[in-house]
C-alpha cells in the first residue's frame, strides 16, 4: 500500500471564523478521529494533490507538530463553486483493527476469447475490501488468461488471501463480451 507524508499543524480556535481564515492561507481545516480523542488540525491546501489526484489507493502519515499519525482520508468536502477541498476527515489507523477501503481492479494475462476478437469489459472498476491496514491490496489482480468469449469472474472467484471483499459474490467484475469478429467467426466455423 502506498503511504503519503503530509505535515500540518494543530488548531487553537475552532470554529467558522477561523476554517475561513485558514481558508484564506491556503490551509484545509481537517479532523482525525479513531484512536483516542479528535485531534483538529490544518493541512496545506497543495498536500492533497497527492491523495485526491491519484486514482491508487493510499494511507497517510500525517505529521502534527512533531507527533507522526497513521491514518486514511475517511471523507472529502469541495467547495460547491469552486471545488477547492473546503474540509477533510481522517480516520486514524490501528493495527489490530480492520477498515474498509475502495481497491482497484486490474487485469493480467491475455485473454482467449480477446485473441478471438472478443472485448474486455469490465463490470465494477473497484471493489470495496474490508483488511487490517497490514493486509490491505494496493490492487487486486485478475488473471484472465483462461477466459474465453461470454465468461466471466464474479467476486467469488477472485481468491482472497488475509482480506475480505465485500462485494455481493455473485457480482461480475470482468467478462468477455462477443463482438461482431467473434460472430462472423462463429458462423464461418458452423458453416
Not at 5 to 18: A, F, I, T
Not at 78 to 90: E, K, Q, R, S
Not at 154 to 168: F, G, H, R, S, T
Request: proline share 5%; net charge neutral.
Amino acid at each position: 500500500m502506498r503511504v503519503v507524508s503530509m505535515s500540518g499543524s494543530l488548531r487553537e480556535n475552532v470554529g467558522k471564523k477561523d476554517a475561513k481564515a485558514l481558508r484564506r492561507d491556503a490551509k484545509v481545516p481537517c479532523v482525525m478521529y479513531g484512536k483516542g480523542e479528535q485531534k483538529i488540525f490544518a493541512l496545506p491546501l497543495t498536500q492533497f494533490d497527492r491523495i485526491i489526484f491519484n486514482p491508487a489507493p493510499c494511507f497517510v502519515d500525517i505529521n502534527i507538530d512533531g507527533t507522526t499519525y497513521r491514518a486514511m482520508l475517511k471523507d472529502i468536502e469541495y467547495h460547491p463553486v469552486t471545488d477547492i477541498v473546503y474540509h477533510a476527515d481522517f480516520y486514524e489507523l490501528s493495527d489490530d483493527k480492520e477498515v474498509v477501503m475502495s481497491i482497484p481492479v486490474h487485469t493480467t494475462g491475455t485473454s482467449k476469447g480477446v485473441m478471438k476478437g472478443g472485448k474486455l469489459a469490465y463490470k465494477q472498476k473497484r471493489l470495496n475490501v474490508k483488511a487490517l491496514p497490514a493486509n490491505m491490496p494496493s490492487e487486486i489482480l485478475i488473471d484472465i488468461t483462461n477466459l474465453d468469449v461470454a465468461q466471466r469472474v464474479k467476486v467469488q472467484d477472485i481468491a482472497c488471501e488475509n482480506y475480505a471483499i465485500l462485494n455481493p459474490k455473485s457480482s461480475e467484475v470482468v467478462v468477455i463480451n462477443s463482438t461482431r469478429a467473434t460472430a462472423n467467426a462463429t458462423e464461418e466455423t458452423a458453416e
